[in-house]
DNA sequence: GCTTTCCTTACGGGAAACCGTAAGCCGATA
DNA sequence: TATCGGCTTACGGTTTCCCGTAAGGAAAGC
């Protein structure tokens, strides 16, 4: 009738709590939690040699470091490692994170099952999602659908994304040709990034590259 | 023996959750519980009026906006109003920020009596915070790490955060001062924005505007 | 009163960015 | 092969930015 076997990590103490508080209301069996995806993983391994596999992962995204060394360290790796170990094990991302560009990502990339943001309902948007991922469909926090919808942007190309990069990061428009060059990207021409960004700006309509930097960093595309 | 009468603000569900759940575990009555600060400046004065005043609040510090209008929106301004209503109003912070200097500037012009992070243990170091506020002393979870603040001693002011953001919003360099002026903003003068600019980028080892507004991205600056 | 000092602003030369034009390169097609 | 079209690059002129210098201007101190 319902998922049996989840899993649970998340490293913030209290929403983990609150996550293991909403799988009870629904009636679903005591779940395990880990607070490291190195356990997750771990957790993970073992059902399958037992023949009782996970029917359910609910992880966060980003794992605050600590003392403890681990090997994955982050939300992503740690879905793709489940899924490489568990292909049809079903997951749900509950985390922060609010960039449309990244959630995205999670669903095309790493083939994930629902997303609930941490926001103001979202112990009841974790149960309808859940609902929503054992009859087998997708589900993303309302509050992103609409930002999803709303993202009739101009699609940055991977060339794009480098300049902006190399230009937050510090070089200087015109010494750019010479990281292009040696990293073998073409077009590698001055006037050719110069165009790029000329359009970029256009398209986007912004005034200055400052503003491209601000916009990417909003949107987590750098 | 404990605190009796609790009231939480917090517009994360989750969160709220795991806090009401805590309560319970050290043997607190249900506590009250509001999503918006309006609400929670609302039952304080109530309870004031009902001779039954709070004995603790336990609030976030950012709360997020939606369709519902309020009055106050951040866990600072609420927490000044309830002072200014009931002065001896103990006070929690539970929240995600980690900047010291703001921690520090909540105990010292706010005068609250303790703040937990929602990190790793933040259930524990809460129950720690609810007794130790309880025996009338002030608790900080040992958790606050500033790895990345410690490295820029220097601090941005308004002024050079004010001219940053205006860049950032697509306002070319040599329009800053029109801005400025229109805003009876001082200095206004172009050379002196140029200098500042300078100086932030000499101070924080930056070669170009666009690094300096990937960085205050990152932090959070703007 | 008059310095002194600090802050702000104006100015100017040089560097970088911006942007249109035109030339060069290369693959595709007749 | 020759021609075409698209992409890339080179080259200028203009604008903006960068940055040192020096001139104003207000507050503090003698």
Redo the contacts between chains.
Sequence with gaps: MMFKKVLIAE?????N???Q??LADLGIPPADYV?YCDDALTRIQKALKNDDPYDLLITDLSF?E?HQQQKISAGTELIKAAKNMQSDLKTIVFS?ENKQVVIAALFKELGINGYVR???????E?KKAIDCVYKNKTYTSVDLRQAIKDKNSYELTDYDITIISL??????QKEIPIYLQKNNIKPSGLSSVEKRFNLMREVLE??????L??YC??MGI?
């Design positions: 490293d913030h103490e209290s929403a709590i609150s996550v508080k909403t607070f605050e600590d922060a941490k926001a103001r309902n979202d112990a009841k974790l230009l937050s990061k510090g070089i200087i912004f005034s200055n590259n400052e503003q930097i601000a960093k909003d750098i």
